[in-house]
């Protein structure tokens, strides 16, 4: 059976203040209270520590850098920006020497 959204998010927030509470065995009153839905996460300083950490440290797999041409965040499989549609890094700048250089195709030969 799937777990709803919110109780995804309970169990997992659960799950982790399990992993690293066992790491701090002197107890301790919960300093944060995180509620989904009806539901609320009690969490000592060495949890929300952690959590603070594992949040900031998170990066999107999605995320893969700023466009060089505009600074937009978002580049798809191939670095080809969705904001100006230019391609980006070594890729983007290779796509753009050689369409510099392009003369266009060859001028066909009498026949």
Do not use: H, K, W
């Amino acid at each position: 059976m799937a777990l709803s959204p919110q109780e995804e998010v309970v169990s997992a927030l659960r799950q982790f203040a399990e992993r690293i509470d066992v790491f701090d065995p002197a107890p301790g009153p919960a300093v944060v209270e995180i509620t989904v839905g009806d539901r609320t996460v009690p969490m000592r300083a060495p949890v929300v520590r952690a959590l603070a950490e594992a949040l900031r440290a998170y990066q999107d797999p999605r995320d893969r850098g700023t466009c060089d041409q505009c600074g937009g965040p978002r580049l798809d499989d191939n670095f080809v920006c969705a904001d100006c549609g230019q391609p980006s890094g070594v890729f983007g700048q290779l796509l753009r020497e050689r369409a510099a250089r392009y003369e266009g195709p060859p001028p066909e030969l009498p026949g």
